[in-house]
């Protein structure tokens, strides 16, 4: 079974500062990826980042990096620049690639950005 | 950009009636999936579809869901008889044959007095 752990139920930063958001993950899989959704105040899911297992390298979209270090089983979210609309929820979330599909997500971690 | 589109975006429901949500999703998608969450928690999920049956479901869901691709474009799920504890949004998403292109819907909230 996958299990997705999210220790941070709230974090604030200044705007146009960077701010880490913590993921681990737990699974006997060797081949899985992982995922970064910001869910904002009206409710919907926004997919931000994916990461696979076997990348080599940190995945980066805009803003957003993926820090991957898979001995320690770690996927942080990294928000750079922080801007008032990145005020929301933040799950991070798992699949294996083979068998099961569905994704396993973690509690969440609320982002308030600051002025 | 494609996207998946859920109807109604809010329902409310007295308790014991059964309830349709609907999803259209993204038309060369092959997965489709129904995720719930209560208010103020993480994300379930319920029940994958691929082919035209369940491929996967969890022990959320029980008898008293159902899903159905009834005409090749829409994937529903029905809740029988609902109870209170069944208030939730419901989400609906799907995905490609690679791992990594999950869509999802912007939700039903569903109500129920």
């Known amino acids: 079974a996958q299990k997705i752990t999210q220790t941070q139920p709230g974090m604030f930063v200044q705007e146009k500062e960077a701010v880490t958001l ?3 993950y737990d699974t006997s899989d060797q081949s899985y990826g992982l995922f ?3 869910q904002p105040s009206s409710g919907e899911m926004i997919f931000l980042i994916y990461q696979g297992s076997y990348d080599e390298q940190n995945a980066t979209e805009g803003r957003y990096s993926l820090n991957f270090q898979k001995a320690r089983k770690s996927a942080n979210l990294v928000i750079s620049a922080s801007q008032l609309g990145d005020s929301a929820m933040y799950f991070c979330a ?3 690639t083979t068998g099961r599909r569905a994704l396993t997500f973690g509690s969440g971690t609320r982002l308030q950005v600051q002025p | 950009e494609p996207e998946v589109t859920q109807t ?4 409310v429901t007295q308790m014991g009636q059964e309830v349709i949500l609907r999803c259209v999703p993204i038309s060369n998608h092959l997965y489709f999936y129904w995720y719930r969450q209560i208010l103020g928690q993480k994300v379930e999920f319920l029940v994958s579809f691929y082919n035209n049956e369940i491929s996967e479901k969890s022990e959320i869901f029980d ?3 159902s899903v159905e691709r009834p005409d090749g474009s829409n994937f529903t799920l029905k809740i ?3 109870k209170l504890e069944d ?3 419901y989400f609906c998403a799907s995905s490609g044959d690679m791992g990594q292109g999950y869509t999802f819907g ?3 909230r569903l109500t129920v007095v």
């Not at chain 2, 109604?8 to 329902?11: F, W």
């Open chain 2, 63 to 65: 008898d008293q869901f």
């Open chain 2, 106 to 108: 912007s939700g039903t």
């Open chain 2, 80 to 82: 029988r008889s609902t």
């Open chain 1, 22 to 24: 913590d993921c681990t």
């Open chain 2, 8 to 11: 109604p975006s809010h329902q």
């Open chain 1, 94 to 96: 798992m699949r294996v």
């Open chain 1, 36 to 38: 970064w959704y910001k």
């Open chain 2, 87 to 89: 208030s939730a949004m």
